[in-house]
Antibody
Framework: QVTLRESGPALVKPTQTLTLTCTFS??????????VSWIRQPPGKALEWLAR???????FYSTSLKTRLSISKDTSKNQVVLTMTNMDPVDTATYYC?????????????WGQGALVTVSS | DIQMTQSPSTLSASVGDRVTITCRAS??????LAWYQQNPGKAPTLLIY???TLGSGVPSRFSGSGSGTEFTLTISSLQPDDFATYYC?????????FGQGTKLEIK
């Protein structure tokens, strides 16, 4: 059974760095073809893909946010960590981690429940 | 970056209706398109991937079609649980983009 769970601070101040952790089970990020992405959704708005890390440690980022994002993994702990620097109130959103269909990168079939992060002083 | 445009933004329909939502890509994405349903306060659930492949456990009243730049999601006979927001999402060159969403409302 595949599960993912996001954890991190609910409130961050402007200019601070956000660190979110995705802890997953039911699959291994050392398995060929596996990857995990981060996706966010501001309140009442659309989904936005942020970053992806692959089983072989390849990393991919949103073009518009790549200078602020960093993604890493700890295979032994079954965790993926996302950091986002220089947080701003417009970054207030629910942040999800998600896994695409095994062997197919098209769609995400497993999602965490989401972590709401509010950016405010 | 590839832009995804959904239409309509809001759709009013009744139980039993057949509805279609359209998604257009700013450039060809072959069939690398997925559709999701999202209810308020919940994570999205995958309905369709590779443009027309039904996700696991998804009812057969949902179907997807299209390739290149134009895609559609069709619900053949609306059920009460189907009133939600729907998103398309493309995958191309190690990047993903979502549409702005279509809210399906009860008429």
């Amino acid at each position: 059974q595949v599960t993912l769970r996001e954890s991190g601070p609910a409130l961050v101040k402007p200019t601070q760095t956000l660190t979110l952790t995705c802890t997953f089970s039911g699959f291994s990020l050392s398995t060929s073809g596996m990857c995990v992405s981060w996706i966010r959704q501001p309140p009442g708005k659309a989904l936005e893909w942020l970053a992806r890390i692959d089983w072989d440690d390849d990393k991919f980022y949103s073009t518009s946010l790549k200078t602020r994002l960093s993604i890493s993994k700890d295979t032994s702990k079954n965790q993926v960590v996302l950091t986002m620097t220089n947080m701003d109130p417009v970054d207030t959103a629910t942040y999800y981690c998600a896994r695409p269909i095994a062997g197919d990168y098209t769609g995400f079939d497993y999602w965490g429940q989401g972590a709401l992060v509010t950016v405010s002083s | 970056d590839i832009q995804m445009t959904q239409s309509p933004s809001t759709l009013s329909a009744s139980v039993g209706d057949r509805v279609t939502i359209t998604c257009r890509a700013s450039q060809s994405i072959s069939y690398w398109l997925a559709w999701y349903q999202q209810n308020p306060g919940k994570a999205p659930t995958l309905l369709i991937y590779k443009a027309s492949t039904l996700g696991s456990g998804v009812p057969s009243r949902f179907s997807g079609s299209g390739s290149g730049t134009e895609f559609t999601l069709t619900i053949s006979s609306l059920q009460p649980d189907d009133f939600a927001t729907y998103y398309c999402q493309q995958y191309n060159s190690y990047s993903y983009t979502f549409g702005q969403g279509t809210k399906l409302e009860i008429k």
